[in-house]
DNA sequence: GGCGCGAGTTAACCAGAATCAAGGTCCAAG
DNA sequence: CTTGGACCTTGATTCTGGTTAACTCGCGCC
């Protein structure tokens, strides 16, 4: 597992403008900067940094002050935070489109929980600066930060209510159907594939399960013959059945 | 249980001025608000609306449309979700001062949880188009709830690890140990007594568990002589001593 | 090939917390 | 004063999920 480290892009001094191009168009595919003109991509560009981390790389730990946010382009970061005992609880896992540390940055105190890559990343890091100045000029990037925020709260509300009120195995179903949803087509009926996109101790985790009693729910469900196990790939063999089951439990 | 009923303040059509200028006084004691001029409290006056209701309302319930948020002045709200099997859980407790209701608005979608009043309460209601007009007016007001929404976001986290990492003796210990910290004296040390804010039953919910296991932990804390219990007031005998427990357990 | 390693599985056992079922206490209304 | 209800406590029992530990499987590497 490295130690921490940043491995900027080639400096390009030489030649600087087809690096900020390339920036520029990366930064164009971002939500949050949906729509913007290429002038306001280029005043943007010179917060940004990209980032080159390899699988294991810790971003941040809990405690380190933070100086922008994060977008993830390719591969996959976990947050999570550790107790004084060492064991891990994952908060959530970042995948490509997803930006992360936001909500950190603009209150000005260090990181409560700490990133770590799941498999070798692409990244984008956002200086806080070139946020707070783009906020002050355009309010419409403030509304766009404030849906952002207010999605994450909502979201952060319904995994407490996921964690308070649902039972392990409902936790399971629940993620396997949200997972079906987002990875497969829309209308899916029947027999339909899910593969977890990473391994079974960090879902585990994310679900607040351990390991072994993730495995235990999955044979349960296997045997109760609403989906088959097969490595990291789960077949769910009839898509309706696990959902009324989903409610019954 | 009353049914929903917004309990408004007297039409007063005839003397609006006074009335206006109530109001104005309550918004320029709100943290959102803080350092406003009177002509933009005047402007937010509009959109507010004063509610005074009994013990037992429910101000809103999941499902329902958000037409903006709310600001406690006096009583206690508490928000909750409710399983399908009648259960509850209860995510906070908003006390004097405190808003609720602004992430739900931000997002144009239905509530997620529902909000009752604990008590007899006084309230103000912000409808969302002065809050909407008043962001496109002002960056610093954008600034204000996004640190206000970044702020609730950084609790929430510290919930979700609370309820993951430790276990209901360590939990009941932290609030009690929060509560003394909001309430008493800065430096306290020594025997201090705290007063829960509602029913011991609300509290259990709000810290994940039954009334029965926080009854029980209390009665183990009283036992090893960390608390004394008298109703809803508990005596910490030794709050240095409660403090090094908390790391212990 | 054999070694070591990480990921995953399985089973036996255990603990923390929920559930169920009585009571107890306090207080306000009749 | 006594009746009922809200709130709380207590004990017995059950259950969910965690702990420990052994074992398998696949894979990369010497």
Redesign the pocket.
């Known amino acids: 597992m490295p130690a921490i480290e940043c491995l900027e892009t080639p400096p390009a001094a030489a030649t600087p403008k087809p690096e900020a191009e390339r920036l520029c168009k990366l930064l164009a595919h971002i939500p949050l900067l949906d729509g913007f003109d290429p002038a306001e991509l280029v005043r943007f560009a010179r917060g940004v940094r990209e980032q080159n981390v390899d699988k294991g790389t810790v971003l941040f730990h809990r405690g380190d002050p933070c100086h922008g946010f994060h977008l993830v382009l390719s591969g996959q970061i976990k947050l999570a935070f550790t107790s004084s005992e060492g064991?891990e609880k994952v908060i959530e896992i970042i995948r490509p489109g997803q930006s992360f540390g936001e909500a950190v940055m603009f209150m000005e105190k260090p990181y409560v929980v700490m990133a770590q890559a799941l498999t070798d990343c692409k990244l984008l890091h956002i200086a806080k600066n070139v946020v707070f100045e783009e906020m002050d000029r355009d309010p419409s990037f403030c509304r766009r930060i404030i849906a952002g925020l207010s999605h994450r709260l909502h979201h952060l509300i319904a995994d407490v209510e996921t964690y308070s009120l649902?039972?392990?195995?409902?936790?399971i179903v629940g993620y396997l159907l949200r997972e079906e949803e987002i990875s497969g087509e829309p209308g899916a009926r029947g027999r339909v594939s899910v593969r977890?996109p990473?391994?079974?101790?960090?879902i585990?985790s994310r679900l607040?399960?351990?390991?072994?009693?993730?495995?235990?729910?999955?044979?349960e469900l296997a045997e109760a013959g609403l989906i088959g196990?097969e490595?990291?790939t789960i077949h769910i063999l009839d898509i309706e059945k696990l959902r009324t089951a989903q409610m019954q439990y």
Do not use: D, P
């Open positions: 064991q649902r039972s392990g195995r409902e936790r977890l990473t391994s079974k101790g960090t585990a607040n399960l351990t390991q072994e009693h993730f495995s235990r729910i999955l044979h196990v490595g990291r």
